[in-house]
């Protein structure tokens, strides 16, 4: 008996002696806790977080490790499905401010009071940034900062002229940004044409298009010299000038190549293809060297002239079509006013409206000025429309079955 109560009480004593002992530790382990579950926590906007594993290789290349968007803790209903695309890029301050002006709404209304463009109306105030869609001025530039644009899906990018004639508002000027253009890169714009000497052996001129001025006829191995030289000239022209926001004249655009902000005048500004995330691509040079067929982003090629210009590269913030408002006053505090569906108007203001119930009495879904709608053709642009309407489209864009592959 006496025995075991020994045993018990030098259990015990060991017990105190070790607890003593690891008290330091648990005292300085519990504060690394502490912070660890601090760090862990979820704060109020959070990005989502991707968890760093060491997979093989072949998991490594397939694996996208960037985070993407940014999503919200679900305290309350309006942040549950709000989804923004990341761009920590972007200039957080406000924008240049002799490069805009201001914005005065109408709320969708003519010059006599009526509503000419439904669902407008209301907004945040704003300022309309002045982009220069012509590039005139030549000469590299430097890319300052990339901006949010209120009025456009896209990113602006903020550029500062290198010439120091230049005065005035010709010095800053506001570009659409091209995707992966970043502050401190250098654009030029060749719109006025190649400049002499700066490829040796490259002339540019509308009647010798990347061929050398002289050629001697009377030796042959010349003519084989100069063309080879000719094109090893292109060549250089192409590794100096083909650069994301770049703006080059459609005829030293090589096939194959990304393009956006395109003209269709060669003294005008650019119209096609400057939506986010939207490109075009040269399809083929006629060997007349009148026109460039040109694929845009609806899958339409189309004939423009070679004289014309477009900017290298594909539009920036190609993630904004994936975006989510979360909730509809966002769509508000945008501008945008409610849709009412046709069924839930009377018959005096839809064709779709009035009945009893849940009804539109059998009738072909229609706008609400009364075209049919969903699929049918209301204007017949291209080869297959009247004579002359547009000889331009080589072919239209795809639809229906041809759009969904089938």
Not at 88 to 102: D, F, S, V
Not at 130 to 159: K, Q, W
Not at 202 to 207: G, L, T
């Amino acid at each position: 008996m006496l025995s075991a109560r020994g045993l018990l009480r030098s259990c015990f004593s060991a017990l105190n002696v070790g607890s003593s002992s690891s008290s330091a530790f648990a005292s300085s382990s519990s504060s690394s806790i502490l912070a660890n579950a601090l760090s862990r926590a979820r704060r109020y906007a959070t990005e989502a977080i991707t968890t760093q594993q060491s997979p093989s290789e072949v998991n490594a290349a397939l694996t996208r490790t960037s985070v993407l968007y940014k999503t919200y803790k679900p305290i309350t209903p309006g942040i549950r499905h709000l989804k923004r695309p990341l761009s920590p890029h972007l200039y957080q301050g406000r924008p240049l401010r002799e490069l805009t002006i201001a914005l005065r709404k109408r709320g969708g209304r003519n010059s006599h009071g009526r509503i000419t463009v439904r669902h407008r109306g209301g907004g945040h105030k704003q300022r309309i940034r002045i982009v220069d869609f012509m590039r005139t001025n030549p000469g590299p530039c430097d890319v300052v900062r990339i901006e949010y644009d209120p009025g456009r899906s896209a990113h602006i990018a903020l550029i500062k002229n290198r010439n120091p004639e230049l005065c005035g508002g010709k010095v800053w000027s506001y570009i659409l940004a091209p995707d992966n253009l970043r502050a401190g890169d250098v654009v030029e714009s060749f719109r006025q044409g190649i400049p002499d000497g700066l490829v040796p052996g490259f002339v540019d001129s509308k009647e010798i298009r990347g061929k050398a001025l002289e050629v001697n006829e009377d030796d042959p191995e010349s003519k084989t010299q100069t063309a080879s030289t000719a094109s090893l000239a292109l060549g250089v022209l192409r590794a100096i000038t083909i650069k994301p926001g770049n703006v080059v004249p459609l005829r030293l655009i090589p096939p194959g190549t990304i393009i956006h902000n395109i003209a269709l005048n060669p003294q005008g500004r650019a119209i096609l293809v400057r939506s986010a995330g939207t490109f075009g691509q040269v399809v083929m040079h006629e060997k007349s060297g009148k026109y460039t067929h040109v694929r845009l982003q609806s899958g339409e090629v189309r004939k423009v002239l070679q004289d014309c210009v477009a900017s290298i590269g594909k539009v920036s913030n190609p993630l904004w079509k994936n975006r989510n408002l979360g909730k509809a006053g966002r769509n508000r505090w945008l501008g945008r006013r409610p849709r009412v569906r046709g069924m839930a108007m009377n018959r005096c203001d839809h064709p779709h409206g009035g009945g009893r119930g849940k009804s539109k009495g059998n009738k072909q879904p229609r706008s609400i000025w009364g075209w049919l709608t969903k699929g049918k053709r209301t204007r017949k642009p291209g080869p297959k429309g009247p004579k002359n309407s547009n000889k331009l489209v080589v072919r239209e864009r795809p639809r229906g079955k041809e759009k969904r592959g089938l």
